[in-house]
């Protein structure tokens, strides 16, 4: 078994990851700043599993520390979680999403070079393929121009870590590309846990039905869709932390860099999901029709043939599963983690 570094493992898709790498009988090390997570998403993941990731709480960025962490962990691998997501916020602060999700990935390469560790699982998203091409995006499609500084960050991490797999065959490399993620832990312990108004359909649904917030926004039902209404392929968090650690398995078999779609291949419409949403809880979801929100694709699904057959990975939950998991999490956790560290 082997020791893998997880940075932003306590986040949301890394809390999950944690817990399946934890549970495949992995050491883990957790580097976190805590910037958008709580210190309880790891204690639950500790009851969850019965075992306990070290936590180290610092900031990729900080080369020091993270030698130091090279030094005292006999880590072999990365996955690396750690960085800002959220699309209007990089229009705002475009140097903050830069030097954290660009900076601090080289700041963790050099790190990761100078102590001989070359194994790397990125979390990449569907946003690099930009708009304009027919649906499904498959990984041979060349990569767009996403339309915000978030989505340039994570296209220019690709063309970094290319060049760096270009520059020296030891290093093994996964670009894992995600569609949209949504649900929960089935046992409701760990989720989403979104600070402020949340940007994501999901998060939002959850809130409206627990009745945090009054009524969901649908961005637009004028789309070239069958019901007006965006389409996107959501892919349960569960089926994407197994996807990790299909791609760190595979990775110890390959050298260069490997690009994978995490999807269901399936797309699903805004009502599709409200509607699944109230079945899953019981609850209404109030909505109204609002016009298009800016950077948004009509619709966006993934060609997963590749992961399927070169990972043996595939999704495995659909729609009424995602929607129920959600909700066992919002329901037993109405206010997330409370951010009470
Ligand atoms: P998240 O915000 O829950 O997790 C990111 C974690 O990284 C947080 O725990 C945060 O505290 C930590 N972090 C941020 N900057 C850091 C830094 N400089 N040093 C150390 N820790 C830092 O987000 P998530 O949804 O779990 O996303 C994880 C990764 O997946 C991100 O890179 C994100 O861009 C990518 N991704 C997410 C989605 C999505 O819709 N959730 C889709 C595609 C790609
Ligand atoms: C989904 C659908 C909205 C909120 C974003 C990022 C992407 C990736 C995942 C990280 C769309 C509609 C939403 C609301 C709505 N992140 N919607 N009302 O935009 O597909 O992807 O998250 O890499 O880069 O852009 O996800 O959940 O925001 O929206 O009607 O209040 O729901 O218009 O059709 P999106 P989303």
């Not at 109230?278 to 298009?292: H, N, Q």
Request: glycine fraction near 10%; include cysteine; hydrophobic fraction near 40%.
């Amino acid at each position: 078994m082997t020791t893998v570094l997880i940075t932003g493992g306590a986040g949301y898709i890394g809390s999950h990851t944690v817990l399946a790498l934890l549970e495949a009988g992995h050491e883990v090390v957790v580097l976190d700043n805590l910037c958008n997570a709580s210190r309880e998403s790891l204690r639950r993941v500790e009851r969850l599993s019965g075992r306990t990731p070290a936590f180290v709480q610092g900031d990729i960025r900080d080369r020091a520390l993270l030698d130091r962490l090279f030094h005292e962990h006999a880590v072999s691998a990365v996955i690396h979680f750690a960085g800002l997501k959220s699309v209007g916020e990089s229009v705002a602060q475009p140097l903050a999403y830069y030097e954290n999700n660009v900076a601090g990935t080289l700041t963790l390469c050099q790190a990761m070079q100078a102590a001989g560790v070359t194994r790397l699982v990125f979390s990449s998203s569907a946003t690099v393929y930009g708009d304009g091409h027919p649906m499904p995006l498959h990984e041979g499609l060349p990569t767009g121009q996403p339309t915000n500084p978030y989505g340039r960050s994570k296209l220019m991490v690709e063309e970094l870590l290319g060049d760096l797999a270009a520059s020296d065959a030891s290093w093994s490399i996964g670009l894992l590309r995600y569609f949209n993620p949504v649900g929960a832990h089935p046992s409701g312990e760990i989720g989403e846990d979104p600070r402020g108004i949340p940007n994501n359909l999901l998060p939002y649904v959850a809130q409206v039905a627990v009745g945090r917030r009054e009524r969901l926004a649908v961005y637009g039902d004028d789309y070239a869709t069958p019901d007006g209404t965006g389409v996107r392929d959501y892919i349960h968090v569960m089926d994407l932390a197994a996807g990790h650690l299909c791609a760190l398995n595979a990775l110890g078999e390959r050298e260069g860099v490997h690009i994978w779609n995490l999807g269901t291949g399936q797309g699903h419409s805004v009502l599709e999901v409200v509607r699944a949403f109230e079945r899953a809880s019981g609850r209404a979801v109030p909505f109204r029709i609002e016009p298009r929100r800016a950077g948004d694709v009509a619709a966006c699904w993934a060609d997963a043939a590749l992961a399927e057959r070169e990972l043996g990975w595939k999704a495995e939950r659909g729609l009424e599963e995602m929607m129920a998991d959600t909700w066992r999490w919002q329901r037993q956790n109405p206010q997330g983690y409370s951010q009470d560290d």
